[in-house]
């Protein structure tokens, strides 16, 4: 268990709908990243929050969001969903970021099924 | 910019065999080097980690060691077991803090 929590575990939605992914950090962990599994584009990095701010911005589609709250957890918003959307997310964390040092665990992922 | 090569799979194996998989890696600076492992339908697991040259990286039986003169990082067990087939991913993380991951390599270990 890495300590990272991702809620729901599963979920199918329909093509156009929105969905809302939710994540925990690890204990004391002030950085959140979300990174998209997908069979034909393997590991993608979406966004990465610190301490309630926007870090770095990867390959997130604009019909997607994301936000780090107050108390660490974060949310990730996919909206206008579309079958090529059908993936695992993953969720993971970090204490700190921006130097090679830092270890990056991650959550068990959200797999979402867009039918 | 950061690359991660893995060697292609799937790599199929007996039980108790001797893995060997593949990772050369092109960074900028002094990158961190990592494997994690995802089960079948599990998340990503941090398997071990190498923060600087020469550094060995081992758990649950897997070792890794950081060659900077060959920029690798290859992973290896000595005697395999069935509940060790999942994919392998290696990874780095740069000066910058930017992680980069390769493909994976699936591995097959058969009883």
């Known amino acids: 268990d890495s300590g990272v929590t991702q809620t729901p575990k599963h979920l199918i939605t329909a093509t156009g709908q929105r969905v809302t992914l939710r994540c925990s950090p690890r204990s004391g962990d002030l950085s959140v990243y979300w990174y998209q599994q997908s069979l034909d584009q393997g590991l993608q990095f979406l966004i990465q929050?610190?301490?309630?701010?926007?870090?770095a911005k990867g390959n997130i589609l604009e019909r997607f969001s994301a936000q780090q709250f107050p108390d660490l957890h974060s949310e990730l918003n996919l909206s206008s969903l579309e079958l090529g959307d059908s993936a695992l997310y993953f969720c993971?964390?970090?204490?700190?970021?921006?130097?090679?040092?830092?270890?990056?665990?991650f959550g068990e992922g959200s797999w979402l099924t867009v039918v | 910019g950061n690359s991660v090569t893995q060697m292609e799979g799937p790599v199929t194996l007996s039980e108790e065999a001797f893995l060997t998989i593949n990772c050369t890696y092109t960074?900028?600076?002094?990158?961190?080097l990592f494997w994690y492992v995802q089960y079948p339908g599990e998340g990503l697991q941090l398997l071990l980690k190498?923060?600087?040259?020469?550094d060995k990286g081992s758990n649950k039986g897997f070792e890794a060691t950081y060659r900077k003169e060959t920029t690798s990082f290859h992973l290896e067990k000595g005697s395999v077991q069935v509940s060790d087939s999942a994919v392998y991913f290696c990874?780095?993380?740069?000066?910058?803090?930017?992680?980069?991951f390769g493909a994976g390599t699936q591995v097959v270990v058969t009883p």
């Open positions: 929050y610190y301490n309630g701010e926007e870090r």
């Open positions: 993971a964390s970090s204490v700190d970021f921006g130097y090679a040092g830092n270890t990056i665990y």
């Open positions: 960074a900028t600076g002094y990158p961190s």
């Open positions: 990874a780095l993380i740069d000066s910058w803090g930017k992680l980069q």
């Open positions: 190498a923060t600087k040259a020469d």
